[in-house]
């Protein structure tokens, strides 16, 4: 089970938020932000769930603290404030994702679900779905036993698909993702490669690319049928 860092000063909603994710992660809390470095420098924590105003020292400067002693842990921040200074403040300073309040404590718990996934691949540099294992150190797709080398751009296009299950990316953001900004490839080279990684891909069945038309693409993992 996940350990989840909660530092809120508002000791009803504190309590609150620890009663509603205390099911599925292991929470500790801290009042503020010194109340949280302390945490952090006794124990093992996976992620931060940090409010943005706080006494003694807020949320924006937990995180440029926790980002210049090099410290990645994921951070997703809690905040009444909906401009997009604020927002743009938060994101700078370092975290990777924010909710605004009242808080949907549903979506909150998605949210921290899909930033520790992300965490973990990230570390492990390895994508595991199904019977399907995508490894980024050698470009290899194996499954049931059967490893694939792909080439570069293909395993990088399914690799960042495969990392946000569900979520739709049109061709440009691909594009700028996979081949880089500065590309002088257009977007037919996303769909020729989507077409490639099809058909190497045919027998693979945890997981299809689904063409969302006139939008883009998106990876759809394909759950088990039940016994």
Known sequence: MATILLAEDNEAVRLLTQAKLR????????????EALDI??????????????????????????????????????LTALQSMDSKREGLSSGIDDYLTKPVD???LIWRIQALLR???IASEQQ??????????????VTCRGQTLE??????????????????????????DDV???????????VKTHISRLRN?????????IITIKGLGYKAELVKEKEQ
């Open 150 to 175: 792909l080439p570069k751009k293909e395993f990088d296009l399914l690799y960042k698909l495969l990392s946000y299950p569900g979520q739709i990316f049109t061709r440009s953001q691909l594009l």
């Open 179 to 189: 081949w880089g900004y500065v590309s002088e490839s257009g977007e037919d080279t």
């Open 40 to 77: 952090l420098n006794r124990q093992h924590v996976d992620l931060i769930v940090v409010d943005v105003m706080m006494p003694v020292m807020d949320g924006y400067q937990l995180v440029r603290t926790l980002r210049a002693e090099g410290n990645e842990i994921p951070v997703l921040l």
């Open 127 to 140: 994508i595991v779905v199904g019977n399907t294992r995508l490894d980024s150190a050698s470009y290899t």
């Open 200 to 208: 190497r891909l045919k027998d693979v069945d945890d997981f299809q």
């Open 23 to 34: 099911y599925q992660f292991t929470v500790v809390t801290a009042a503020n932000g010194w």
């Open 105 to 107: 404590y549903e979506e």
């Open 118 to 120: 992300r965490a973990h």
